[in-house]
């Protein structure tokens, strides 16, 4: 049995979408003159958890890995700093 690490809780939340769908808004934006300089967000406007996104990959999946939870300090060392929330 695999295991899908999450640190914390999981409880995080965030915006996700495909790498397909980002590369092709990219492109677009790279072919398009009036783009240059400008600010866009590319991701998506669905909110979910860490431990929903993982529960789906491992359905999507279908695997019988489970979710463990780790301390950030497990995963990404004692001197990693993040914040809580970022700006939108």
């Known amino acids: 049995m695999s295991r899908f690490r999450s640190s914390e809780m999981g409880n995080r939340r965030g915006c996700f979408c495909h790498v397909a769908d980002i590369s092709e808004a990219i492109e677009k934006l ?18 979910v958890s860490i431990n929903e996104l993982a ?24 001197r990693f700093e993040d914040m809580a929330r970022r700006g939108t």
């Open 30 to 47: 790279m072919a398009t003159p009036r783009a240059a300089g400008q600010v866009f967000n590319l991701g998506g406007d669905e909110e």
């Open 55 to 78: 529960k789906m990959v491992i359905s999507l999946a279908n695997s019988s890995s489970r979710i463990e939870h780790i301390s950030y300090e497990q995963a990404y060392g004692h």
